[in-house]
Every structure is written in C-alpha cells, then in structure tokens.
C-alpha cells in the first residue's frame, strides 16, 4: 500500500493506494502548530479501523504549508516505517514546466497536473477549486504551461465578512435568483454565481490558447458544486491530486508509474 498526503492551506487529505483504489480517505483543517506525535496518533487511529494490516511499500508528500510539513513528515516516518517523498518539480517526472520559476510551483498543482496527463489525452485544463482556485494548463505535448490563481468562494465569503462593516459571512449555497433580494443572497449571487462567471470566462479564453479538444475538469473541495455551473466543465475527479501523487511515487520511485 501507499500512503498519499495532499497537505493544503486549509485541510489536509491522507488516503491509502492499494494498487486499484482508494479504500480510505480521511481529512481534516490543516494547522502549523501540529506535533508529530499528535499526528502519528491520527494516523494510526484511522489506520486501524477497518484497513488490512498490510504493510505499506512507500509514502508521498504534496504540501503548500512548510511549518507543518516536518511535523508531517516525521509522523508518516513513524506510522509507515517509509521516508517520505516530498513531491516537487524533478524530470523524472516527465512533465516539462514552463513556468517560472519551476520550483514556485506548488506541490498540489503540481500533482493535478500530472494525474490530468496520465489520466486523459492532453491537452487538459484543471480547475481546482479550494481555498484557492487554481487553474493547470496541460498542452498538446504534455508540458505545463501554467494557469491562474484567484481566492476560493470560502476564501471570498470570509474576506467580505472580514473587511466590512455590515455585511455576513455567507453560507455557500446557491441563490434562487441571480438578483439578490437581501444581502445574505446578494452575496451568495455574487460569491457562487461570480465565482463560477470567471471560472467559465478563464477557462473559456484558456481553451482558445490551447487549442481544440482540450479536456476540462473540475476537482477539489468545491469542485463538484460548479460543475453544473460552468458548461466548460467536463466532469468532477475529487481524488484527482492524490491520484498525482501516485503517479509521482511510482516516477520517483521505481521509474514507473502505477495505475
């Protein structure tokens, strides 16, 4: 088995690889201040409740918070008895990065980047919508040209809260009119209907840069609720990241990757 980490800004996401699925997935909110003991324990609590003791043949790591990432680290170490590897731009991964700097590309859209290649014919877009939401470009030979970054709808919704005077934190449903008719759905109209405007609009104009039959496909937290939103959208893959991790454990790894 192996142990795959997609550690982000807000949750992190552990799931265990049996070679075919994905028999458990757990999460929970990311935080700097973890121990790794606190985290050995987490791991270990999941890891005995209705999972095979088999014992795993590696672990892999895709972080965006480096205060946590240690901590991270040295519980898998403990858990698994596998060092880590800690995904980042490396040519064994046969994924030219035309990006700049490579090394500034998080370990995340990284990992998108890589399941969206094996998993379907490039070129291939990505949305993942988070925290943030991040867009990975995939051209016709394989290689990640980049994407943009804008803040996530929780990320949006917090900040007005935040930094005005009178206005909610709005939960993020759906409105039942784009014209809100108080503010709680003013700015649900503005949050989930804007949010998925400029996902639509940015995916459009990077579809015309990458030319025709490009695959677009939603992932992350909040994927699933823009789907529907966004005609651009072919399909939602929640597990899309730590499918990358695997195909970049088994490039790392043994030099093949594992489906």
């Not at 997935?25 to 050995?40: H, N, V």
């Not at 990077?206 to 496909?217: D, F, N, P």
Request: aromatic letters at 6%; hydrophobic letters at 50%; charged letters at 15%.
């Amino acid at each position: 088995m192996l142990l795959a980490i997609d550690l982000g800004n807000t949750e992190t996401r552990v799931g265990v690889w049996d070679g075919d699925k994905w028999p458990a997935i757990w999460r929970r909110p990311t935080s700097a201040t973890w121990t790794a003991d606190e985290l050995a324990n987490w791991l270990e609590a999941h890891l005995n409740e209705g999972l095979p003791a088999v014992g795993f043949a590696g672990a892999v790591i895709a972080s965006v918070v480096p205060d946590a990432t240690v901590a991270m680290t040295q519980a898998v170490t403990q858990v698994t008895e596998c060092i880590p590897l800690h995904l980042a731009p490396d040519p064994r991964l046969g994924l030219e990065i035309r990006y700049n700097p490579p090394n500034s590309l998080g370990a995340d859209r990284l990992a998108n980047a890589l399941a969206a290649k094996h998993r379907f014919n490039p070129p291939v877009l990505v949305v993942d919508i988070g925290t943030a939401t991040t867009f990975e470009a995939v051209d016709r030979s394989g290689a990640f040209l980049g994407g943009a970054i804008m803040p996530g709808p929780a990320l949006s919704a917090a900040a007005l809260a935040t930094f005005t005077a009178m206005l909610p934190e709005a939960a993020l449903d759906l409105p039942s009119s784009p014209i809100g008719n108080s503010p709680l759905h003013a700015l649900q109209s503005g949050i989930m209907l804007g949010h998925a405007a400029a996902i639509q609009g940015l995916a459009v104009q990077m579809v015309a840069r990458l030319g025709e039959h490009v695959k677009v496909i939603a992932t992350g937290g909040f994927g699933e609720r823009f789907v529907d939103l966004c005609p651009v959208l072919q399909g939602y893959y929640p597990t899309l990241t730590l499918d990358g991790l695997v195909v970049a454990h088994g490039l790392l790894a043994t030099g093949t990757v594992i489906t």
